[in-house]
Structure formats: C-alpha cells, structure tokens
C-alpha cells in the first residue's frame, strides 16, 4: 500500500510538472554577455501567459545585492499571449553581471497552471556591456507618411561606428501596425543589411513591397550591432519608435490607340472608390493637369485631343496622400488613310456604265452591293440604272479605316435640272440673280419663301425662271443676308417630272 501512495504522489509530481507552463526563450540569453545597459527582460513561454501574483528581483552578482523588485502587476511588466515583456525602471551599469529570480505564480497560464520561475542565480544570468551604442536618427523619419510602397532601402543612423555583431543572430522585424502581422524578418548578418564597422549608418533593403496605405513599424533585436571598443546597440522595442505610413498604389490604366487626330478619353481605375486622381504630363513632378477653370481634374477620366502619339500620367489620391509610382497611358495615333477619291458625286446618263473610284488604302469594301462588278477592289465597274449612293470603307495596313460617299446622279442630255446653292446680287455680274439652269424643261410652277413661310417671289413662266430669275428683293426692297426656301413643281418636254421638288440658297451681297 505504501509502495502504491508513494507512486501516485511521483505521478502527481510528474503530472504537474508537465502540465506546467515552461518558458522556452529568454532575452537576453543566459549567460549572454555584452548586454546592453537598457535592456527588457523578455521570456516567450510554450503556452498563453497572464500575471499572477509576487514579484521579478534583479540581482547584483557580484555582491548579491537586490537592484530592482519589479510588481508582476506593475505597468512594466506586459503579456502578449505566449510572449512577456519587463521593463526595468532604470539602465544597468557597464560590465556589470545580473541575475533574474522568478517566484512561482508569478506568471501562470490561461488554466491557471503556475510558471515555476527562476529560483536561483543561475537560473537567469547576463552581463552588462562596457557602452550603449543608441539610436540618432532614421530614414524614412519616424511617423513619415506617403512612402512609396516599394521602399526598399532604410537606414538608421547610431551614436557611433559599428558592424554586425557576428555573436548573435540578431534581426530586423517589419510588422504591419494594425495587425502586428510580421512582414518582413531580416537578419543583421546577411546581404541584405550593410555595416563595415566605420561609419554609424546602418543602411537594409527590404525584398517584399508593401501594401498601401498602411501603417508598419521596425523593431531591432538589441546587441545586433557593437562598436570597436564593444559599445552594444539598444535596439527598438517599441512599435512607436520607428513608424511609417505608405502611400496609394500607382491606378489602374490600359494604354490607347486611335486612327488620326482626335479625342480620346482616358480612363484610370483603382481598388477602392474612395481614392481621387491627379493626371501629369511628367513620370515624376510637375503640376497636375488643370480644367477650362483652372481646377485640378479630380476624376477617374480625362478628355484630351491628341494630334500624334502622346504619353499621360496618373497617380492616386487619398487622405492628402498621393501615390508615389504614377500609372502611365501611352497613347498610340496611327496614320490614317489619306484619300482623294471618290469624288461627292457623280453625274451620268441612265444605262451607261461608270468606273468608281477610292484610293489611300490597302483594302476597299463598298456599300451596297447592288449593281458592282466587285465590292472589294477600289474602282469597281457599276451599270447606272437609278440615282443612287455608294459608300466605300478604305483601309490601311495599320488597321485603320475612313468612309467616304459617292452619289450617282442619272442625267440625261436630252434633260437636264439644276439650281444653285448661293448667289450674290451685288450687281458685279458674276451670279447676280437666282435662276432655274437646266435643258428641256416646259412647265415650271416655282415660288421662293424666307424662313418664316413668307411667300417673296414666284413664277409659272419657264423663260422667265430661267433667264430672268429672283434678284433677292420683294416689293422693290432690297433682302438681307439670309438662307430662303424654295419649291418646284415641274416637268420636262418628255413628259417625265423634274425629281427635285425644293431646296435652299443662300444670299450674300
């Protein structure tokens, strides 16, 4: 029975001590030495932490004299799940040697399951290093906003020369602030970080852009640099020490391309909605393109005429922040076909056969089909049957395209109808009075109007309508300058009526 008590109580012994909470990093390292005079006493357990009760107790080894008694319950003792950070309320001395005691129940997890602690001086020990080496100055400045999300190189400026201190691994944390999410862990002793042990600038480049608008912050494992003389870097604890806030991303654009000059509008989107818009002439400064009243323009799009091919720049813009990368649109004016052909219109006797004409292309379509010796070539062959009008697209190898019209006019010599379009009764002889031109015709009933429906001049008489015509007056008084309607009934000797029953002219003295 007594062999059996004394095994339960083992088992009981062994169930608590591996149900315990054990740490399973601690910074500084013990017996590390070379520690700085500021360090943060900081233990990383295997499971989440809260406080419980008592106290963390700092020794002098030297003489075992207590230097700090530190309240778990106190403001310098913080938890972050598995992780605990101490703050010690003053510097340590140089070359000094420490040890930490950890009561039980000073730290216990979430089941209330105690950490045993540190109950001996040897349990926790570090030495203290002969210098601080501190932080001066950083680039991008602590609080910077609008850096470019693919800021790649950062430096730190220190109190004094140092290198890489090749005893430790120590590393460059970048996290997200919001999130605490680590983005980038870089370690001192690789390329990616450059000291030479002569100069107190510490310059590292990043290998991951950042996400937009958003907020990250830089810790340092302190002693990851040391001076000459063994001067010890302090390192960045805190995620205020060294912040920074980046800029929009570069939009959304596509490139253009259009046959000759013209308008284009062009157009920029981004992943939010909530972003405005400067547009620029220049990849990098200058002043943002303005509108007809000198107002920046704001919006997504942008209207502008281009004469040949162009380039535009377009950068986002959110809470007085502006993209660092503009998106670039390239706008492309291809040539487009030069033509002379075909003529407006063309004017031949009904049966007759007429060659169309086009040119300034490499392929040709006509339009319609009706009556062609073939649509695709650029001067097919049509038999005039009717008045009619055809329109051929002309196009380029550059894949550019103009239409153009050519009207077919049936015109017989044995009859013939025309009215001008404009004339000028200034008595200089040249176009003096308005007249019905034609050959053939024996029935007119003509009547010309100004545009309010006033009936200023008519004639049923052939020879006078085409000899005599309208001198651009009514009752004896001279017109002004103006566009006046006209309307024809008529027919020629065959029989066959005149087609065109009105029309207008144009009066200019």
């Not at 017996?31 to 419980?52: A, C, H, I, W, Y």
Request: proline share 4%.
């Amino acid at each position: 029975m007594k062999k059996l008590l004394t095994l339960f109580v083992w088992l009981l012994v062994l169930h608590n001590l591996l149900a315990a909470p054990s740490d399973t990093l601690r910074k500084p390292a013990h017996n590390t030495s070379q520690v700085p005079e500021n360090t943060r006493l900081q233990l990383f357990f295997n499971d989440s932490m809260q406080k419980g009760s008592g106290n963390i107790l700092l020794y002098d080894a030297s003489n075992n004299n207590l230097i700090f008694t530190i309240p778990v319950s106190s403001v310098a003792v913080s938890i972050d799940q598995n992780k605990v950070v101490i703050q010690l309320p003053a510097s340590l001395s140089a070359n000094q040697t420490v040890y930490v005691k950890i009561a039980t129940g000073v730290f216990k997890n979430m089941d209330n399951e105690n950490f045993v602690g540190f109950l001996s001086s040897s349990d926790w020990r570090f030495s203290i290093a002969s210098g601080l080496v501190s932080n001066q100055n950083f680039s991008p400045s602590n609080n910077s906003a609008c850096i470019s999300i693919n800021q790649n190189t950062f430096q730190l400026q220190l109190s004094t020369n140092v290198a890489a201190n090749t005893n430790i691994n120590g590393k460059i944390y970048i996290y997200e602030k919001t999130t605490n999410v680590l983005h980038e862990s870089i370690s001192v002793n690789s390329s990616q970080v450059i000291t030479n042990g002569t100069s107190n600038i510490v310059t590292f480049v990043t290998s991951r852009s950042f996400i937009a608008n958003t907020v990250y912050y830089i810790l340092i494992d302190p002693m990851s640099f040391v001076s000459s003389s063994g001067s010890i870097y302090e390192g960045i604890y805190d995620n205020n020490v060294w912040a920074f806030r980046t800029s929009e991303d570069k939009p959304i654009t596509e490139n253009i391309e259009r046959c000759g000059a013209g308008e284009v509008l062009l157009k920029a989107s981004y992943s939010r909605t909530d972003v405005s818009y400067r547009w620029y002439k220049t990849a990098a400064g200058g002043e943002p393109i303005r509108d007809a009243y000198n107002n920046i323009v704001v919006t997504d799009t942008l209207r502008v005429n281009v004469y040949q091919s162009d380039t535009y720049y377009v950068s986002a813009w959110y809470n007085a922040c502006e993209s660092k990368e503009r998106a670039t649109i390239i706008i492309t004016v291809k040539p487009a076909p030069e033509s002379t052909l075909p003529p407006a219109e063309i004017r031949a006797g009904k049966g007759t056969f007429v060659t169309l004409e086009a040119n300034g292309g490499e392929t040709y379509s006509w339009q319609p089909i009706q009556g062609l010796s073939d649509p695709n070539i650029a001067n097919p062959v049509v038999l005039v049957e009717q008045g009619i009008t055809y329109t051929v697209t002309i196009s380029n190898p550059n894949a550019c395209s103009i239409e153009k019209s050519v009207k077919i006019i049936v015109d017989d010599e044995a009859k013939d109808f025309f009215l001008p379009t404009v004339f000028s009764p200034n008595n200089d002889g040249v176009h003096d009075v308005f007249r019905i031109m034609g050959k053939n015709i024996s029935e007119v009933d003509w009547t010309i109007y100004d545009q309010y429906g006033k009936e200023l001049y008519r004639s049923k008489s052939v020879l006078q309508a085409t000899t005599e015509g309208w001198d651009g007056s009514y009752k004896g008084q001279i017109l002004p300058n103006d566009l006046y309607i006209w309307t024809l009934r008529g027919q020629y000797a065959d029989g066959s009526p005149i087609l065109q029953k009105s029309g207008s002219v144009l009066l200019v003295r």
